[in-house]
C-alpha cells in the first residue's frame, strides 16, 4: 500500500465514520444547542472539559465561544477547565487528578450553567466527580461521548443531554467530536444571532 492510499483510506474512513454518525445525531445536536442558547440568553456561562486529545476539542469550543467561529459577532461567555495548566497541576498536586474539573467546576459554577463534557470513550474518574459535581450545583450536563462510557452514561440525569458517537475508532469518534462541536457553534451562532 503506497502513502496516498493509506492517505485515501483514512479520508474514505473518517467520511463513511462521519455519514453513519449523521444517522443518529442531529437531534442531540440540535437539543443540545438549544440548551446552550437557552443559558447563555439567561446570562449564565458554558464551562468545558476533556482529558487529552478531548481537551483540545474543549479548547476548540471555546476558543469560537469567546472569539467567533465564523464571523465576527460579540464574545459569549465560556471557560475551557482543561486550559490552566498551572491550576491543574496544583489541584492534581495538592489533592488528587480526579479533582482538577470538579475543584474548578465548584468555584466558578452556578445553577443554569451548562457543563459540556468531551470524552471519547474511556472512563476518567475526573469526569466522573465534575458531573457529580455538576448535579449538585444544579448544572446541566451535556456529554459528548463515544462508544464505551460505562462510567460516564449511568451519571448523566434526565435533563441531561448524551452526544454519543457509536463508533470503534477512538481517532474517527475524535474527528465526529470535532464535526459535531462545529455543528454546535454554527447552531448557537445561527440561534443567537441570527
Known amino acids: ?12 474512513d473518517s467520511i463513511q465514520a462521519q455519514q453513519e454518525a449523521l444517522s443518529y445525531l442531529p437531534e442531540h445536536i440540535e437539543y443540545a444547542s438549544q440548551h446552550i442558547v437557552s443559558a447563555l440568553l439567561n446570562d449564565k456561562k458554558i464551562l468545558i472539559c476533556g482529558n487529552g486529545r478531548s481537551a483540545t476539542t474543549a479548547q476548540l469550543f471555546s476558543l469560537a465561544m469567546l472569539n467567533q467561529f465564523e464571523r465576527d459577532r460579540p464574545s459569549l461567555p465560556a471557560i475551557n477547565l482543561a486550559a490552566d495548566i498551572a491550576t491543574i ?5 495538592d489533592y488528587q487528578f480526579d479533582d482538577i ?20 470513550g474511556n472512563n476518567p474518574a475526573n469526569i466522573a466527580k465534575v458531573i457529580a459535581s455538576a448535579h449538585e450545583k444544579e448544572i446541566t ?39 459535531i462541536t462545529h455543528c454546535l457553534c454554527d447552531l448557537i451562532d445561527h440561534q443567537i444571532f441570527g
Open 1 to 12: 500500500m503506497t502513502l496516498q492510499d493509506r492517505i485515501i483510506n483514512n479520508f474514505s
Open 141 to 179: 450536563v451535556i456529554a459528548i461521548t463515544g462508544n464505551e462510557n460505562g462510567l460516564i452514561s449511568p451519571l448523566l440525569q434526565e435533563t441531561d443531554i448524551e452526544i454519543r458517537v457509536s463508533l470503534n475508532s477512538s481517532i474517527r469518534i475524535q474527528e465526529t467530536h470535532v464535526l
Open 101 to 120: 474539573f470538579s475543584k474548578q467546576l465548584r468555584a466558578l459554577g452556578q445553577s443554569g450553567d451548562i457543563l459540556l463534557i468531551y470524552n471519547d
Open 89 to 93: 497541576t496544583a489541584i492534581a498536586n
